[in-house]
């Protein structure tokens, strides 16, 4: 239905390199707008990346919802589905800044997982290249860590005491 595993595999591993990573450079070097103020800052480039960032997430949920029924494969659907709802809900003109981040700096790990996911799908490569296999393994699970703790808390935090206050001061409203 969706092309074979090999198709599912590399759609996921562009997928991350190309807009994750784009997004993630948007991060590390905003546009004027975002640079300005990553709450209220608009950019069409970012709002274009964030709706591919919800078309790959409810690709991904009608793929999962596709397979054979498995224990996890609810929880799957239901992360790819609040995950495309999260990404389509940020190309509103509010926090482009941020989707940057969660969009695309912490799904760079997912480049890692993706190739590794390729050792799974095809046995013969796990015994042809053991050594990649096991390189693609530990860098993904580094920078998950890496990212999705201490980073993830470097911004997160900001962002809430931001957004509290915004909401407290009835300051919270879309310039659009």
């Known amino acids: 239905m969706f092309g074979g595993k090999f198709s599912e595999l590399t759609t996921c591993l562009l997928y ?29 480039a970012v709002q274009t990346l964030l709706l591919c960032a919800a078309g790959m997430e409810a690709w991904n949920c009608a793929f999962e919802a596709s397979k054979a029924p498995s224990p996890t494969q609810i929880n799957m659907i239901l992360h790819h589905a609040v995950s495309s709802l ?43 290249q ?29 962002w809430w005491i931001e957004m509290v206050q915004l909401l407290s001061q009835e300051r919270c409203h879309s310039q659009a």
């Open 16 to 44: 991350h390199i190309l807009i994750v990573s784009t997004l993630g450079m948007y991060w590390i070097s905003p546009p004027e707008a975002l640079a300005k103020d990553p709450i209220y800052g608009t950019d069409p």
């Open 86 to 128: 999260l990404a389509y809900l940020s190309c509103a003109p509010f926090l482009h800044g941020y989707g940057c981040f969660y969009f695309g700096i912490t799904s760079v790990s997912n480049i890692f997982f993706c190739a590794y996911f390729y050792f799974d799908a095809f046995p013969a490569l796990k015994v042809q």
């Open 130 to 158: 053991p050594g990649l296999h096991q390189a693609l393994q530990t860098a993904f699970g580094v920078v998950f860590l890496i990212v999705r703790g201490p980073w993830w808390l470097w911004v997160t935090v900001p």
